[in-house]
């Protein structure tokens, strides 16, 4: 590894560990039977099975692997109100009163829910996880870019109540000290949070509302009962009125069907050293997180106490080793922040964001009737935090509303069966539209 790049002291793991025990507490007894089988132990079916334990449901989640090793503690640590959904959208029929198509404006009203439902959660649960409301600074990156967000500030406000403005390029250094924007959005109804320990205070929270959690157990073949499900594991079979599926960006050849909906794209980040005080307090003044409007896109904010860089995005569209991604996350770092020049990555990891075709979140259940919400699209804390507790209320029958991405057109594409083969292609296309559209500002 080059030394120029790399710590000595250097982990391909992520900085949010340092914080908990991935090891997690031995395995619990697998039950023979209870009221919901959750499968994938991240936010979602942890939020899933906190709601569903206040309703007086007996939930168990079953996780292949250790508990939170998945995106739910990989993730930037971003919190979004709304501001990403519906961008892949434009055709749909029925304007609001605000401007906004009224199917996507219930859509973002959802997703501002999901904001409200986390603050929600950490403060009931007396969650200890830095969480913060500081904004969020988009940066454009072609006056082209600039125009399209000016255009959406509206209708932000209006159906997310995003607390959203604009901010010119001469202004930019209000936000971070650098000039490599036009100029950018601010989005105030956004926050931040260390995403190991919001994991780990639901994982907490789950088992104080009495479900039970089991790391290391790997669900196989489901069958239909006549009263419910059967659920084969490596540690035997358990019996359930309901399943869930929460595995998102690592959902595989379990559930084929929901499987080929999905398109697994990997996303990494790096943190850098500790750094020195004034040039750590100078880099994002308000202390917001950061991201882009590049189709490569960058996300990036300062470590819970201050120290340090956290810079995430698509080095590369699929899973490659730290020493393929480091470095080019490294170098995304300098082109926004010379300043930065000579200091070293300590830790690099990547993990799973599940995209859907319609760049929508999805809830739903299955023909069989298994129930599921995935689809984060690159925002997930919040959104799937908050399906997953919409599950839970659906299923306890305690829902006083049924949400926007429940039970919607889940596409797929003909032939595609979940192996994403064309990511690479991609990636290529749109470095090159991202050099061209810089090129032509």
């Known amino acids: 590894m080059d030394p120029a790049i790399f710590h000595p002291d250097f982990k391909s793991r992520p900085y949010w560990w340092d914080a908990i025990d991935m090891s997690n507490d031995a395995p619990a007894d697998l039950p023979a039977r209870a009221d919901v089988v959750i499968i994938g132990g991240g936010l979602t079916g942890l939020n899933c099975a906190i709601e569903l334990g206040r309703g007086g449901a007996h939930a168990v989640v079953l996780e292949a692997e250790a508990l939170g090793c998945g995106a739910s503690t990989r993730n930037g640590g971003g919190v979004s109100g709304g501001n990403s959904i519906g961008k892949g ?5 029925g304007r609001s009163a605000g401007g906004a198509d009224a199917i996507i404006a219930a859509m973002i009203g959802d997703a501002a829910e999901s904001l409200t439902h986390i603050e929600s959660i950490v403060a009931r649960e007396n969650i200890a996880c830095f969480y913060e409301r500081t904004g969020r600074f988009i940066g ?3 006056p082209k870019h600039y125009a399209g967000m000016s255009g959406r500030i509206a209708m932000l406000n209006d159906v997310a109540e995003a607390d959203a403005h604009m901010v010119p390029r001469d ?9 490599y924007y036009y100029g950018g959005m601010v989005i105030n109804r956004t926050s931040k949070i260390h995403p190991a320990l919001y994991h780990r205070g639901l994982m907490d929270a789950a088992r104080r509302h009495g479900a039970t959690l089991l790391g290391q157990t790997r669900a ?14 490596n540690r035997g079979p358990i019996e359930a009125r309901e399943v869930v599926i929460a595995t998102n960006g690592y959902t595989g050849g379990l559930t084929p069907d929901l499987k080929r909906r999905l398109i697994p794209v990997a996303s990494h980040i790096i943190a850098t050293e500790v750094l020195d005080p004034a040039l750590a307090a100078s880099l994002i003044p308000k202390k917001r997180t950061l991201a882009d409007s590049r189709r490569v896109l960058c996300y990036y904010r300062m470590s819970p106490d201050g120290t340090r860089v956290i810079f995430g995005g698509r080095a590369r569209f699929t899973q490659v080793s730290p020493e393929v991604s480091a470095p080019l996350l490294h170098a995304m770092m300098l082109d926004r922040w010379p300043q930065l020049k000579g200091v070293r990555v300590t830790h690099a990891w990547t993990g799973n964001v599940a995209f859907a075709f319609d760049h929508l979140p999805h809830m739903g259940q299955t023909e069989k009737g298994l129930h599921y919400a995935l689809g984060c699209n690159g925002s997930g804390v919040a959104i799937l935090s908050y399906l997953g507790a919409e599950i839970g209320k659906k299923i306890l029958g ?17 032939f595609y069966s979940g192996t994403p083969w064309f990511l690479p292609a991609i990636g290529t296309w749109y470095r090159f539209r991202d050099w061209l559209d810089r090129r032509l500002a």
């Open 89 to 93: 959208l434009s055709g749909a029929k």
């Open 140 to 142: 454009a990156f072609t």
């Open 171 to 179: 202004q930019q250094r209000e936000e971070m000290a650098s000039d």
């Open 220 to 233: 196989g073949a489901l069958t239909r009962l006549a009263d419910g499900w059967r659920v084969e594991t």
């Open 398 to 414: 305690n829902a006083n509303k049924v949400p926007a991405f429940d039970g919607r057109n889940f596409p797929t594409r003909p």
